[in-house]
């Protein structure tokens, strides 16, 4: 599981639990609630990123610290209005008042407020079911959103991928897409070959990368995106290829 998709599902997992609210006293979870910020702050630090313990504690300094931890602000190319360009795991966050992340599908998960509608005061716990909540996307305003930036680790196979899908590995529906999506791998390509796969074309790839490459080399495979949804349909590692690729024209 990617740092990412671990930090949303401790998001997602708090929320479906009640007996984790909001309060904004006892906010780092000493009597099972949170408020927003220490919400999404300890998912990350969960996940392994050091975001509290390099600083950050608030809304206020979270823009800060997150980019020094290895963030990326996307603002830019997220339409905030609807949500176009989102990807599940992304920090939304109003520097003043609020955070929240994004689960996909048009969803975000956040701690939001107590059941006397108050910031502390309320009873341990979700009293009402909205205080920890996934619900609809909106912009709250946002005025930053933020990225974590995976580190880059070798990827499975194409091949690999569809075989765990069709072994329950990676959920069904949406929650596959999004894992999948949330791990680096291209949802269509590997739904394609596990399409193959069920209708009877279980041979796994034959042919080593190095001769793969040399046929892409040789124009057999496409350009562009065609080459790579048909590399990886095949169930070939469409990065591997293009590696070796590039090493095969450097020489």
């Known amino acids: 599981m990617s740092k990412t998709e671990s930090a949303i599902a401790w998001m997602e997992k708090m929320a479906a639990d009640n007996s984790h609210g909001y309060d904004q006293r006892y906010r780092w979870g000493q009597k099972g609630d949170f408020d927003c910020s220490a919400a999404v702050i300890t998912a990350w630090q969960q996940a392994g990123v050091n975001v509290r313990g390099a600083g950050a504690t608030y809304t206020g300094n979270m823009l800060g610290v997150f980019l020094k ?11 905030l209005a609807t949500g176009a360009g989102l990807k599940r795991g992304d920090v939304l966050l109003n520097t003043s008042h609020h955070t929240a992340m994004y689960c996909g599908g048009g969803r975000e998960v956040e701690a939001s407020i107590n059941e006397k509608g108050t910031a502390t005061g309320g009873k341990p716990g979700d009293q009402t079911g909205r205080e920890f909540l996934v619900r609809s996307y909106r912009n709250y305003p946002w005025n930053h959103v933020l990225r974590y930036n995976e580190p880059i680790v070798a990827k499975k196979s194409v091949d690999e991928v569809a075989r765990e899908v069709i072994a329950g590995k990676w959920g069904s529906g949406v929650d596959r897409r999004n894992r999948l999506d949330a791990a680096g791998y291209d949802y269509n390509a590997v ?10 074309g279980s041979k796994a790839p034959s ?31 469409y990065a591997a290829v293009q590696s070796e690729v590039n090493r095969l024209l450097k020489r």
């Open 191 to 200: 739904q394609s070959r596990v399409n193959a796969l069920l209708s009877g």
């Open 69 to 79: 931890c290895g963030f990326v602000d996307v603002t830019s190319s997220v339409n």
């Open 207 to 237: 042919k080593s990368v190095t001769e793969i490459a040399r046929e892409v080399i040789a124009g057999k495979w496409g350009n562009g995106s065609e080459r790579r949804r048909r590399v990886q349909a095949a169930g070939y590692n």
